[in-house]
């Protein structure tokens, strides 16, 4: 599939969802129809107890769409099988002009990596990963090839992300 992908990584508390808001906002703002991919814990959920689409999945529904006049949503139950890959959930979404990933820190898109002085785990993701292609701090970062930018510059991370995946020239 040839889809723009671009990825945000990171430690645990280091500033992937904040980046990924203020980048999409940003994108958004330029022009860009952006769809995300957020990468979360086994044990997440987006529906509550007593819902009409809880209640269809506790009955066994291995997919529940909820449809409105406002958005549409479908969750499917894994029910004993492999989460699917990146790329699988990549085919099911719908055309877009970038999609931005937030997470999968494993797999083999390019990527920014964040890191924050409060971060969980500070360990450098880019000394093992060549897919990560910037990184964004909020802290000086020694000894490395790669283009740093400010944790908060969104502009220029913006600026970046169109240069590298062919949104402009």
């Known amino acids: 599939m040839n889809r723009r992908v671009f990825g945000i990584t990171g430690w645990k508390n280091s500033g992937k969802t904040t980046l990924t808001e203020k980048l999409v906002t940003e994108l958004v703002r330029r022009g860009w129809k952006v769809s995300t991919i957020k ?4 044990d997440f959920d987006i529906d509550r107890p007593g819902a009409d689409s809880f209640r269809h999945r506790q009955a066994g529904a291995t997919e529940v769409a909820i449809v ?3 958005r549409w949503a479908l969750m499917h139950e894994l029910r004993g099988e492999d989460e699917p890959t990146l790329e699988t959930i990549l085919s099911r979404l719908a055309p877009s002009d970038i999609v931005v990933v937030e997470g ?8 920014i990596e964040t890191r924050r002085m409060d971060a969980k785990d500070r360990t450098p993701l880019s000394a093992s990963d060549p ?10 970062v020694e000894d490395n090839d790669l283009p740093v930018f400010d944790l908060d510059d969104t502009k220029s991370i913006a600026d970046f992300v169109e240069r590298t995946t062919g949104l402009v020239a």
């Not at 990468?39 to 086994?42: D, I, K, L, M």
């Not at 999968?104 to 990527?111: G, L, N, P, S, V």
């Not at 897919?131 to 000086?140: E, H, R, T």
């Open 39 to 42: 990468h979360a814990h086994h």
């Open 68 to 70: 409105s006049g406002n």
């Open 131 to 140: 897919n990560i292609v910037a990184i964004a701090s909020d802290f000086a």
């Open 104 to 111: 999968y820190k494993r797999e083999a898109h390019r990527k």
